[in-house]
């Protein structure tokens, strides 16, 4: 069912940085819909992380920030904290599926 | 603060008829989309569909023809009715607001399980 393909797993170290790409193709990301990144940590709602390619709702720590190039999107994490250890999602539009989509999600581990 | 409070049926047998309902509380109905968003147990997220003030939607096309969302019966509330479910259905299920003007989603309930089990 996703269009938007992720990483199924990241590792990192704490204090590390840590990247998770999202790919589309040109029915969604790369027809310049915006991305967005929610974080849903264990047992918890998806929250939502990052809106419009690279903007951090109030609230959210400057270590997470987003990017979008053509067909494809990612989020980092500087300085990996054991709070970070947690589910990502990406989400877009798809004029393809006439619909929202999000991507296949992430487990991020902080060794 | 806006608050999202569903509530619905969990457990459901193949072929019955999915229902949940949505209470948001410190915010308007008016200027924004309302959404359903299903997460399997174990998988990801899937968009169900969304409707506005007007009473306008829009459905995935995966579940289009089973799939209707509509105000609910008091206002600031919304619903959702899923027909003819199978284990397939089987998820927790949420109701989302949309961002203001935007794609994103901002304000989650706190979901509900829904198993289709006979």
């Known amino acids: 069912q996703s269009v938007l393909t992720q990483p199924p797993s990241v590792s990192g170290a704490p204090g590390q940085r840590a990247t998770i790409s999202c790919t589309g193709s040109s029915s969604n990301i790369g027809a310049g819909y915006d991305v967005h990144w929610y974080q849903q940590l264990p047992g918890t709602v998806p929250k939502l992380l990052i809106y419009?390619?690279?903007n951090r709702p109030s609230g959210v720590p400057d270590r997470f920030s987003a990017s979008k190039s053509g067909t494809s999107a990612s989020l980092a994490i500087t300085g990996l904290q054991a709070e970070d250890e947690a589910d990502y999602y990406c989400?877009?539009?798809?004029?393809?599926?006439?619909?929202?989509?999000f991507g296949t999600g992430t487990k991020v581990t902080v060794l | 603060q806006v608050q999202l409070q569903q509530w619905g049926a969990g457990l459901l047998k193949p072929s019955e008829t999915l229902s949940l309902t949505c209470a948001i509380y410190g915010g308007s109905f008016s200027g924004y989309y309302w959404n359903w968003i299903r997460q399997s147990p174990g998988k990801g997220l899937e968009w169900v569909g969304e409707i506005n003030h007007s009473g306008g939607t829009n459905y995935n096309p995966s579940l289009k023809s089973r799939v209707t969302i509509s105000p609910g019966t008091s206002k600031n509330q919304f619903s959702l009715k899923l027909s003819s479910v199978t284990a397939a259905d089987t998820a927790v299920y949420y109701c989302?607001?949309?961002?203001?003007?935007?794609?994103?989603?901002?304000?989650w309930g706190q979901g509900t399980l829904v198993t289709v089990s006979s």
């Open positions: 419009d390619n690279n």
């Open positions: 989400q877009s539009y798809d004029s393809s599926m006439s619909g929202y989509v």
């Open positions: 989302v607001r949309s961002c203001r003007g935007g794609t994103c989603y901002d304000y």
